[in-house]
Structures are given as C-alpha cells and as structure tokens.
C-alpha cells in the first residue's frame, strides 16, 4: 500500500508564501515522477509542476518565476515552494507520483494522489 500525505496549505495573503510537502510512504520500490496539480473552483484540475526521476522539472507558464519544485529523495518527499502568491492561486493542490510498488508480479508504475491541500490567496 502506497500513500501520499500532503501539508502546508492554509490562508496567506497576496505576495506572500507558503511552501507544500508531499510524502510518500508504504511498498515503495522506487518513484519516477513527483509533483503537484491544482484545481480552482469552477476549473479543471491542472499542472502546477513536476519533477522526473528527480532530474528534470516541468512547470507550468502561470507559476514560472514564482513557484519551485523540489525533492528529496532520501525522504521520498517533494516540495512546492510557492512565492509571490496571487488570488488566482488559490486552488486545492493535489499531490502527485508515478511509483513502482514492491511485491507486484509486473514492477510498472502507477498513478497515485494525496487527498489535496487548500490553498487560499487573499487580495
């Protein structure tokens, strides 16, 4: 069993910052990818940014120069450094990872998200 706990949400206010932690943890065998998506009432869920294998990022244009991604391999946790928040940010933020679980007959990896975060950006 494989689980991703997220912390650090809460209410800031515009042009500050909050900074997000996901941690996995159960049968791991290894991760490939870790990141963060959000969904903003009324609007579809979204990419904010990931990080593969722990080696290359991708983030999203609206987040660029703002937010950063992290990870911590040894902890098998991933930040979300977030700056110069906006009311636009406000969003739940769900944590994401591609993880190859132990004890599985074919090792491929699989799609896995925490329950999601609020963040809330006031003007």
């Known amino acids: 069993q494989v689980q991703l706990v997220e912390s650090g949400g809460g209410l800031v206010q515009a042009g500050g910052s909050l900074t997000l932690s996901c941690a996995a943890s159960g049968s791991i065998s290894s991760i490939d990818a870790m990141g963060w998506y959000r969904r903003a009432p009324g609007k579809q869920r979204e990419l904010v940014a990931t990080t593969i294998s722990g080696v290359s990022t991708n983030t999203a244009d609206s987040v660029k120069g703002r937010f950063t991604i992290s990870r911590d391999n040894a902890k098998n946790t991933v930040y979300l450094h977030m700056n110069t928040l906006k009311p636009e940010d406000t969003a739940v933020y769900y944590c994401?990872?591609?993880?190859?679980?132990?004890?599985?007959?074919?090792?491929?990896?699989?799609?896995?998200w925490g329950k999601g975060t609020l963040v809330t950006v006031s003007s």
């Open positions: 994401h990872a591609k993880i190859v679980a132990t004890g599985v007959l074919i090792p491929y990896a699989v799609d896995y």
